[in-house]
């Protein structure tokens, strides 16, 4: 080479593509690797945050997910349900039974006519499965009165077995056909003896 013969002149901005392109292709690069990742298709995952199949303890002022929308005007004057600020930190749902629920009792000529509420502190879903097995829960809690001594039914201490026994039996079906029960307290609405 001669030292008239030129050198071919670099072309101004070169250095600048020399060190975006390897920007931008790193940048491809990681957008994709995060985005398998994030997928889960590399690096094992995220392991799945699963819900808890059973019902759990609604806080008061806590939203249930599981509880049916109020419609606009329903409720007492028209607004929401107010919660007290002292005892139990968790709110209270109660299911009345429509019908009331007539058994003889054991070793006995008398009837026992009631009226019953079950409670849960539980989300909405033990309502919805007390509705979904009220035939089921009927006949249990039919049995329950049936396997009660007359005597029973006379005393305060004795009724009080007799609602711990109900709840007993909402809950043995409630567990045998959803896995879970939820049902605090069963009260009496109505006791009629005969």
Not at 60 to 65: A, L, N, R, S, T
Not at 117 to 134: F, P
Not at 164 to 176: D, F
Request: proline content about 5%.
């Amino acid at each position: 080479m001669s030292d008239k013969e030129e050198k071919p002149k670099k072309k101004k901005g070169g250095g600048m593509m020399k060190i975006l392109m390897p920007v931008g292709l790193l940048a491809v690069g990681g957008g994709g690797v995060f985005g398998l990742v994030a997928a889960g298709v590399i690096g094992g995952g995220h392991a799945e945050v699963k819900e808890d199949p059973n019902p759990k303890l609604i806080r008061k002022g806590e939203v249930d997910p599981y509880a049916p929308v109020a419609k606009e005007g329903e409720g007492e004057g028209g607004g929401a349900d107010v919660e007290g600020e002292g005892g139990s930190e968790f709110r209270t749902v109660y299911y009345n039974f429509p019908e009331d629920f007539t058994s003889n009792l054991r070793d006995s000529e008398a009837l026992l006519q009631v009226n019953i509420a079950a409670s849960t502190r539980r989300d909405y879903r033990v309502i919805l499965w007390m509705k979904k097995h009220e035939l089921a829960i009927r006949s249990a809690v039919l049995i329950a009165i049936a396997d009660t001594p007359e005597e029973d039914v006379y005393s305060p201490v004795g009724k009080d077995r007799l609602q711990k026994r109900l709840t007993a039996a909402i809950n043995k079906v409630l567990t045998g056909t959803e896995g879970f029960g939820g049902v605090d307290a069963v009260y009496f609405k109505t006791f009629i003896v005969q």
